[in-house]
């Protein structure tokens, strides 16, 4: 910050500090040192000083010292050399006879943060340990902390450790935390204070005396120690039971997650301690402080990941009001979403409609996707009300509606005609991209059913040269051909004039390689162009996509519970914030990835250790979630990506498709849709992210890339049916690029010849993968995870 | 734990900041100016911002943004309370929480920051505490300070670390021994455009003032106290004997605190106190519109509702209005497009109306969405879940407390939906 004159006003100060007549004056010479202070608050460089406030700090006048005090410790980095000088009086002070001016001197000989005085800081600071006054105490035992901080490559003397040890029983509670404090950042290397049974059980009897922001770090500490018996675990658990319902809400929450991290074999408690939180919880969410409410709207999102039922009758208290921020309001429609019942969808959906048209654009847009994901498992009055929200004509919610309407008839195909009947009076103009797509996509699948589809697409390829985003230009590509082959009287023109100027003048490679695959499809014949693009509505409705998410075991999110985690988590869900300030960067990794060497490429590994420690650099992760419509987009898109195929010598799972999956999720594999166990031919569709970190060549390497894979029942003559069933449209294709792929075939003989090759009967299942950039290896230790997670499942 | 603490005003400024570790460079407030710039209102800034190396906690309070700088991981309630009670502090302490009287007392509010952390962790936050160490600016002691040359901090130790109960100071004398308590309830609904209740709760809290010498033990017992859900306890609340005979008995702390708070859920038990009927339509023509405003008392138990206040939010295209109120005075104010109307006392038999047209941006299409009223109230004497307090008893001393109770009714958050 400039500030004018602040050189002259310096020097006129330090005229002032060495006035003899100002420093024999007590009032004169504190004033001045205020007006040092207030200007060094304004960020005026007032470092010059130094020297004449170290001879201001001479002085028995305790709140000039703490002026004083202020000043040196800003600058004493600046004046090292000087700053030697300050010694000898904050040592004096130490030994004065007023514990206040003890403690205020021994806490700013560790503020000055200087390594080279820390020799003669550490006498004082082993006789404040022994003080008679508390005050005192406190702050030496933080000023270890604060020596360790300066100087992290010189051991603290076991001896200083030990005494602090000792004072974790001091009678005074102020002393006892910051112990803790203090022990928890000196052994951090060694995983911070050992908790055993006897400094667990008077930690927790003396946790009533401290102050709640004691009590709080207490009870993280406290996370680290295991009961011996399950008698201890109950006594414990009865001590702590009313601070479960403590109206500081920090205090229920490190509460809760003491709760949750002690029982987490015991399921059934953590239950009832969820049920028992929930009161103070529902009240933190409707707290006056907007900060507050929005973490504890993120808890409870995490909450009903488990417990959908926990907050079921209380939905009321997750609407909206009207003045509210936008990062509450989207957590809130998030949290209804989830509390949706048989009972209330009614109500919920009147509400959600009242948002839509929210001035607040993501928030209106969050309301109108809420309604979408309703409709998936509720009835059609959700298509009603979105197919209203058209006629109100504004750009960001109709763009909004559209998306939701593809991702619901994808999902739903049964809407298809209310979906129709709703665009038939199209007529606006879009301007978004994702809008646009979304519209040619439906206008693509249901060319046949509306009359003005070939008009709306001529509007859009009469403006394809002013068009920029290639999204909606392959989307075009693919809509115009569509309705060509139900309408080709009217389509052929302008699919002419399209095809013609995507190949000849399209810069974008993608598009243009798109087209000129359509062109040279059209060449083979009308035929082979239905067999590709109208293979019925890409819906599989035998697959029964999972729509509602099975409720998560409670020690999946008991670990983030209560850090920062779960708002960040909020955050990126409610989309609210660009992505170069979302970085997924965390402080603490709350999954062990999973992780599998490459060499061990046998697809029946010996031992299913599921959570073996890093090795091989590579993990998997499911950093970002995936919509069946973008599975089958990326799926046809990494055409051209590393492909890999393989048999592998499994049956199919006998166990129920819910506990695959959970089992799945445990490493990292997000389970996309299946079909029922005994339904044939048996498939699943699967997705995860890899990501390389620690392999030395990972800077050639991009940092996350998306795996998908399908897994298929490899009995008798299944695969071929499949196959051709499937993902006929661009089979032909594939098998060339695999053939040409010289290590693919290579390895895939490898693999099949290992394993299935003399018996290829009911054991085997294919799987095939794809991945977008990246490498072999990633794709095979994809594989031997899924391996095996599945034999794991079979033989469980 | 808690790294740094910048305070920035609304427009940008960083005018404190304060490094409890080492000195983190302002530079790490332009992730944070970043997403101020991006939010429409102050009020929509996310209160978690991360950045590479580091998180940023921020609370928005008085028209101020409390910026925290993190390094480790940390409960963010914990923060979030922290940074609340700093602002608290300063309002305690200045009367006021705003950027001119930070910048006034700038060299006590560093003192004060000085004592509430040390090396990040919390150190001295109660207020009793702390008013011992650094004594709160009054006109006559700056006076006599000038006068005198005596100081604002305390040079003797706080007394209240030497007691066995924590949240008590041993020795404590008053000559007028009384114990005062409050019991102010909130309304937080939301009414739909007919009129019906859509979402209702009370939100209440006991306030006590107990001014008593010696080491009392209290035993407060209400008329109804099955009414209440969800009730959290001071510390010294003895929890059991709530649970087994409903009656709050405690040793109280000494002067302010806030002895429990409460929800009364059960939407049938929620009285709303006034009903407002209103009318509001936009003419096709785009041009104007016009509004009807009525407020009347409904269920208030015989009580006279003060205070009110109706806020409208009005569309982003009304430009400007013109109305008539028959009691009280209204203000609008274009830039944020609220309307404010101050009524006061509610009369029954004259109900205060408000009337006239509104006009709008020439061309703008017919606004979608209708505004949404808020309501701010205040009924004296009645506590509106009906909650009474039955008796007060002391034990342990031998003189005779002065004794009272109030009862306060606010509107809490309070929305009807037009």
């Known amino acids: 910050m400039p500030y004018l004159g602040g050189e002259e006003t310096v020097r006129e100060l330090r005229r002032a500090l060495s006035n003899p007549h100002i420093q024999t004056d007590h009032l004169r010479y504190r004033n001045t040192i205020h007006r040092v202070i207030r200007l060094m608050s304004q960020g005026v460089d007032v470092s010059g000083l130094f020297s004449e406030m170290v001879k201001a700090c001479a002085t028995g006048d305790i709140v000039q010292k703490k002026l004083v005090y202020v000043f040196l410790c800003s600058y004493a980095s600046v004046n ?109 290397e060694e995983g911070g204070v050992a908790i055993n049974k006897p400094i667990a059980h008077h930690l927790l009897n003396r946790l009533k005396e401290c102050d709640v922001w004691g009590q709080s770090e207490v009870l ?42 002690l029982c987490s074999m015991l399921p059934a408690v953590c239950v009832s301690a969820l049920e028992r939180a929930r009161g103070p919880l ?4 409707g707290s006056s402080s907007r900060e507050l409410r929005y973490a504890a709207l993120c808890h409870i999102q995490l909450l009903l990941r488990s417990e959908p039922g926990l ?92 998306q939701t309407l593809r991702d619901l008839v994808w999902v739903s195909p049964q809407y298809g005609d209310a979906v129709c009947s709703a665009l038939e009076k199209w007529e606006d103009q879009l301007q978004d991209t994702q809008g646009r797509g979304a519209l040619l996509w439906l206008l693509g699948v249901y060319g046949d059913r509306l009359s003005g589809a070939p008009y709306i697409l001529e509007d859009f390829i009469d403006g394809v040269r002013s068009e920029v985003s290639a999204e909606v230009k392959t989307e075009l590509l693919t809509a115009t051909l569509r309705v060509f082959l139900s309408r080709p009287a009217e389509t052929q023109d302008m699919m002419g004039r399209l095809l013609q100027h995507c190949i000849e003048e399209e810069l974008d490679m993608c598009v243009r390689d798109q087209a000129l695959l359509y062109y040279r499809l059209l060449h083979c014949g009308i035929e082979d162009v239905r067999r590709v693009l109208q293979c019925g509505r890409r819906s599989d409705l035998s697959l029964g996509p999972l729509i509602g998410r099975p409720p998560e075991p409670i020690s999946q999110w008991a670990s983030i519970f209560n850090t920062l985690e779960p708002l960040m988590l909020g955050a990126s869900s409610a989309g609210n914030s660009d992505p170069s300030t979302l970085t997924p960067y965390t402080l603490t990794s709350h999954s062990e990835p999973m992780t599998s060497d490459p060499h061990l490429m046998t697809p029946k590994l010996k031992d299913p250790d599921l959570t073996a420690p890093a090795c091989s650099g590579q993990c998997l992760s499911l950093s970002s979630t995936l919509s069946p419509e973008e599975f089958e987009r990326l799926w046809l898109q990494t055409e051209k990506g590393e492909f890999l195929e393989a048999y592998v010598m499994c049956p199919v799972p006998r166990c129920s498709p819910e506990s695959l999956q959970v089992a799945l999720q445990l490493v990292n594999i997000q389970t996309l849709a299946f079909t029922a166990p005994n339904k044939l031919p048996w498939k699943m569709y699967l997705y995860t992210h890899s990501s390389h970190t620690l392999t030395p060549h990972s800077s050639t ?24 069933e499937l993902i006929e449209d661009q089979e032909n294709e594939r098998e060339e690029s695999v053939k040409e792929g010289e290590g693919g075939e290579e390895r895939r003989g490898e693999m099949s010849g290992g394993v299935g090759g003399e018996d290829g009967g009911k054991g085997e299942l294919l799987v095939r993968m794809r991945q977008y950039t990246g490498e072999k290896t990633t794709l095979t230790e994809f594989l031997s995870v899924l391996t095996t997670v599945l034999n794991a499942q079979h033989t469980a | 734990m808690i790294h740094s603490l910048f305070l920035v005003n609304p427009s940008g400024d960083i005018f404190l900041e304060k490094h409890w570790k080492s000195v983190v460079s302002r530079s790490v407030c332009d992730y944070f100016l970043e997403a101020r710039e991006k939010a429409l209102d102050p009020e929509d800034v996310p209160p978690v911002i991360s950045t590479p190396h580091h998180y940023l906690i921020s609370i928005y309070r008085d028209k101020l943004f409390f910026l925290s700088v993190i390094q480790t991981e940390v409960p963010p309630l914990f923060v979030i309370e922290f940074l609340h009670r700093v602002a608290e502090m300063i309002q305690d302490y200045f009367g006021e929480c705003s950027e001119t009287v930070i910048k006034d007392n700038v060299v006590m509010v560093y003192e004060l920051l000085e004592e509430m952390l040390d090396n990040g962790f919390p150190l001295a936050t109660e207020s009793n505490v702390l008013k011992e160490m650094i004594r709160p600016p009054t006109i006559l002691r700056s006076v006599v300070n000038t006068l005198t040359g005596s100081s604002n901090v305390g040079d003797k130790l706080p007394t209240g670390q030497l007691s066995t109960i924590p949240w008590r100071r041993a020795g404590v004398k008053y000559t007028n021994n009384e114990a005062y308590f409050d019991v102010v309830e909130e309304i937080d609904a939301i009414l739909d455009r007919t009129g019906t209740t859509v979402f209702a709760e009370i939100q209440g809290v006991v306030e006590a003032c107990v001014k008593l010498s010696g080491m009392p033990d209290l035993t407060l017992s209400f008329m109804n106290p099955r009414l209440l859900d969800d009730v959290s306890f001071h510390p010294c609340v003895r929890y059991k004997r709530w649970e087994s005979e409903r009656v ?25 106190p006034v009903y407002v009927k209103h009318s509001i339509n936009f003419f096709e023509s785009g041009s104007g519109g016009r509004l009807d405003l009525t407020v009347g008392p409904k269920q208030t138990m015989g009580k006279t509702v ?113």
């Open chain 1, 80 to 188: 090292p050399e000087l700053s030697l000088l300050v010694i000898n009086t904050l040592r004096k002070d130490c030994s004065d006879p007023n514990p206040m001016v003890r403690s205020l001197a021994l806490r700013n000989m560790c503020n000055l943060r200087l390594p080279g005085l820390c020799e003669y800081v550490e006498q004082p600071l082993t006789a404040g340990l022994k003080d008679k006054a508390a005050c005192v105490r406190r702050v030496a035992v933080l000023g270890w902390a604060k020596i360790h901080a300066l100087l992290p490559n010189t051991e603290i003397d076991a001896a200083v450790v030990n005494e602090l040890y000792g004072l974790l029983r001091d009678p005074d509670p102020v002393v006892m935390v910051n112990c803790l404090r203090a022990l928890e950042e000196i052994l951090e």
């Open chain 2, 306 to 418: 003060e205070g009110v206040l109706v806020t409208v939010h009005m569309p982003k295209t009304v430009l400007s209005v013109s109305l008539n109120a028959t009691q009280g005075s209204y203000t609008y104010d274009n830039a944020t497009k609220v309307l404010v109307w101050d009524i006061g006392k509610l009369n029954p038999q004259k109900l205060p109306n408000l009337r006239g047209s509104l006009s709008l941006q020439t061309g703008a299409p017919k606004p979608e969405e209708n505004p949404s009223l808020n309501i701010d109230l205040k009924i004296q004497q009645l506590a509106i879940s009906g909650l009474k307090v039955n008796r007060l008893d002391m034990f342990g001393e031998k003189y005779k407390p002065f004794k009272g109770v109030k009862y306060i009714t606010k509107a809490g958050k309070f929305q009807v939906r037009m």
């Open chain 2, 248 to 272: 709050l008995s405690f040793i109280p702390p000494d002067g302010n605190f806030t002895l429990m708070t409460y929800h009364v859920n059960a939407q049938n038990l929620v009285a709303i």
């Open chain 1, 701 to 724: 390497t991009p940092p996350n890339t998306l795996i998908l894979a399908e897994v298929l029942q490899a009995g008798g003559d299944g695969v071929k049916k499949v196959k051709e």
């Open chain 1, 282 to 285: 529902l009240a933190a969410a």
């Open chain 1, 311 to 402: 907050m079921g009758e209380h939905y009321k208290r997750f609407y909206c009001g009207y003045a509210e921020p936008p990062y509450i309001k989207q957590s809130k429609i998030q949290v209804l979403v989830e509390l949706v019942n048989d009972d209330n969808v009614a109500v919920v959906l009147d509400e959600l409609k009242g948002y839509c048209t929210d001035v607040n654009t993501e928030t209106s847009q969050a309301a109108i996707n809420a309604i979408g994901s309703i409709g998936r498992s509720y009835d059609d009055r959700c298509l009603g009300i979105l197919t209203g929200l058209l006629e109100l004509k504004q750009e960001h919610i109709t763009s909004a509606v559209l």
């Open chain 1, 220 to 261: 993280s500490v406290l996370q680290r120690y295991r009961p011996r018996s399950e008698d201890e675990l109950f006594d414990i658990l009865s001590l702590l039971d009313p601070a479960l319902l403590s109206h500081h809400v920090p205090i229920m929450a490190a509460t809760l997650r003491l709760f949750l991290s």
